[in-house]
């Protein structure tokens, strides 16, 4: 068990809100302490210890926002984009090229469990679910009785519209109770196999069974259980880093809860358009730059984050003046100085707000 489960419910809802509800501003300020506080950058004492301490924190947030995110997916769409049967694949021939036809939709699948579930209620669902797990991994494996377990109770549950949710938090203040919600469910699966088994069963697409259908589950959300998986394993920095490189069907994995306004300031130092832009796809668009800027790492790019994270409060400290360098030729003396005397005190106001 991670160390972040056994902390009370209440807290942990607490900073999943508190920084999955400004994913830009937490992801932001993060690349920022990153720059300016590892030893491989730009190293300063002050900001490698509030990196540290920011980073713990930040991914606990995205662990048991991992967890939703997870219990979600298998919870409202494993009953309408699970097929567990045989799909043969045809194809159409698109100028020259061979293209699959889809030929199943959630309406289908939602029936078809329907259907199973009248004619032999949760025990004929599992052994369904049970045929399909035993066709695509016909070799034990530890957690497969976990496996089939959490595959069926999710569809029975959904099928008798349990939790009461809304699929995805539509203002602020849904936020914490669309949290609590996934966190209290998953208490139902919780165990050393749920990650694992949680892979394998979004990891069924296009095998034996035809799996998950395309916009649901399938391999973006293994990858989301992979990475969750390797929270204990991992550096705080390297696992926030990591879940930074994820998505979910949509967008970005970071962004699902509804946003604060404050994002929208920060959207603008990102990216710059002619016309306004509506703030859910303004924030994808300014999380992709981020995270860009933060994978090239060049001098414009550092200057980008370090201009931007001065910014996330709508104040304003020239980092754009500073000489930032190469990695290896980290400024010094009075300029480092003046950077160092400006961000401190920001930053630091920055941190505690979030």
Sequence with gaps: MADVEREPLSVRVQRVVKYLSRPLTSATLFYALYILGDEHLHYCRLFAQ??????????????????????????????????????????????????????????????????????????RVEEVVRECVNKVYPQ??????????????????????QPQIMIEPRNLRENARWVR???????????????????RIFSITGKECEGWIEGYGGKNYAMIATVMREY??????TFVDHCFSLEHQTAVFIYKLATSPEEDHLIGCFVKAKKPIPSAL?????????????????????????????????????????????????PAGLRLRQLRMKSEAFLRRIARLL
């Design 50 to 123: 509030r990196l540290r301490t920011f980073s713990e924190d930040l991914a606990k947030a995205l662990y048991d926002y991992g967890i939703c995110m997870v219990v979600k997916e298998l919870n409202l769409h494993a009953y309408e984009a699970f097929y567990p049967l045989y799909v043969p694949q045809e194809y159409v021939v698109v100028r020259g090229e061979r293209v699959p036809v889809k030929r199943i939709d959630p309406a289908e699948v939602s029936a078809f469990w329907q259907e199973i579930y009248e004619e032999g209620g949760e025990k």
């Design 140 to 161: 034990y494996f530890p957690g497969k009785y976990e496996t089939v377990r959490m595959l069926a109770t999710c569809i029975v549950d959904r099928l008798n519209n």
């Design 181 to 199: 919600t996934w966190l209290e469910y998953y208490q139902k699966f919780k165990s050393s196999y749920f990650w694992d088994a949680a892979i």
């Design 232 to 237: 204990s394993r991992l550096s705080p920095v």
């Design 282 to 330: 303004g924030i994808i668009f300014a999380l992709r730059a981020l995270f860009n800027a933060a994978r090239r790492g060049s001098e414009e790019d550092v200057r980008l984050i370090l201009r931007c994270a001065t910014s996330a409060r709508q104040d304003w400290v020239a980092f754009g003046f500073v000489d930032i360098g190469k990695a290896s030729n980290p």
